[in-house]
C-alpha cells in the first residue's frame, strides 16, 4: 500500500492544507477561503464517493445517475467561474459535446466496458478535462473582449458581423486553454507519471499496459477538450454565454450573429 490511512495522514493533509492558504494569504492571491473550502469538500466528497462506489459500480442505473451527477457538478461549477449571470447553463454545450460522443465512441468500440469499475474512473477524468477547458477557455475569451472592446467595435464598424469581430479577438486567448493538456501529453514519462499510469502500476499491471492506458487516457483529453473550447468559443462569440444582462457590446444576447 502507497499510504496509510491513519491520523499521521490526516495531520498532514491538515498541515498542507494550511500552508497552502497560508501562502496564497501572504502573497495576497485572495484565494485563502476557496483553498481550504476546496480542501474540505474534496475531503467530504471522497468518503461518499468511497463509501458508494462498491454499490454504483454493480448497478447500471445507479452507475449511469452517478456519471449525469457528475456531469450535472461539473457544468454547475464551470458555469459560475465564466459568469455570475443567468447564461451559466450554456457551458453544458462544451462540457457534453467534448465528453460523451467520446464515451460513447469508447463503449460502442469496446475499448471501455459498460462496468462502473471503468467507465466512472475514464468519464470522471474526460469529464474534469473538460471542465478546466472549459472554464479556462469561457473566462480568458470574456475578459479579452472586455478588455479589447474597441477592437471589436472597430470591427464592427468595418462591415464584421459581431460573432466574427468577437472571434477575431477571442479566439487565440481561448485557444490557450489547450496548453495545460498539451504539455502535459508532450512531458509525459519525462517530467510527470500521471495519475492513471501510476494507479495501474500500484495495482500490479505491467509497465506497458499502464503506459498504452495513460497514451488512451491524454488522447482521449486532447480530443475532449479540443471540442469543449471550440464550442464556448463559439458561445461567447455568438453571445449566448456573457457576463452582464445585454451580452457583451449593447447588441443584446445574440447581437448580429
Same mark, same amino acid.
Given at each position: ?18 500552508? !497552502? ?8 492571491? +485572495? ?12 475531503? %467530504? ?23 449525469? &451527477? ?8 464551470? +458555469? ?30 469496446? &475499448? ?13 477524468? &474526460?469529464?474534469?478535462?473538460? #471542465?478546466?477547458?472549459?472554464? #479556462? %477557455? ?15 467595435? %472597430?470591427?464592427? %464598424?468595418?462591415? #464584421? ?5 468577437? #472571434? ?6 481561448? !485557444? ?13 514519462? &519525462? ?11 500500484? +495495482?500490479? !499491471? ?52
Amino acid at each position: 500500500m502507497l499510504l496509510k490511512v491513519d491520523v499521521t495522514f490526516g495531520a498532514v493533509l491538515a498541515v498542507l492544507l494550511v500552508v !497552502a492558504a497560508v501562502v496564497a494569504a501572504v502573497a495576497h492571491l +485572495g484565494r485563502s477561503r476557496e483553498i481550504v473550502v476546496a480542501g474540505a469538500r474534496a475531503a %467530504a466528497q471522497l468518503a461518499a464517493v468511497s463509501a458508494v462506489i462498491g454499490w454504483v459500480v454493480h448497478a447500471l442505473p445507479a452507475l449511469f445517475g452517478f456519471v449525469l &451527477l457528475m456531469y450535472a457538478v461539473a457544468v454547475r461549477t464551470a +458555469g459560475r467561474r465564466i459568469t455570475r449571470n443567468g447564461t451559466w447553463w450554456w457551458v453544458a454545450l462544451p462540457i457534453g459535446a467534448g465528453v460523451f460522443p467520446v464515451v460513447g465512441a469508447l463503449l460502442l468500440t469496446g &475499448l471501455v466496458p459498460l462496468k462502473g469499475i471503468a467507465l466512472v474512473p475514464v468519464t470522471g477524468i &474526460l469529464i474534469g478535462g473538460a #471542465l478546466t477547458a472549459t472554464v #479556462l %477557455a469561457g473566462r480568458r475569451a470574456l475578459d479579452e473582449l472586455r478588455q479589447r472592446n474597441g477592437e471589436v467595435e %472597430a470591427g464592427l %464598424a468595418l462591415g #464584421l458581423y459581431e460573432r466574427d469581430a468577437r #472571434l477575431e479577438v477571442a479566439r487565440k486567448p481561448a !485557444a490557450d486553454a489547450l496548453l495545460p493538456g498539451l504539455d502535459q501529453t508532450r512531458t509525459v514519462g &519525462l517530467v510527470t507519471l500521471p495519475g492513471a499510469f501510476v494507479g495501474m502500476l500500484l +495495482g500490479g !499491471a505491467s509497465p506497458l499496459l499502464a503506459g498504452a492506458v495513460q497514451l488512451f487516457v491524454l488522447v482521449a483529453l486532447m480530443a475532449v477538450q479540443a471540442v469543449a473550447v471550440a464550442v464556448v468559443l463559439e458561445l461567447v462569440a455568438r453571445g449566448r454565454l456573457h457576463r452582464d444582462g445585454t451580452g457583451e457590446h449593447g447588441a443584446g444576447p445574440a447581437g448580429r450573429s
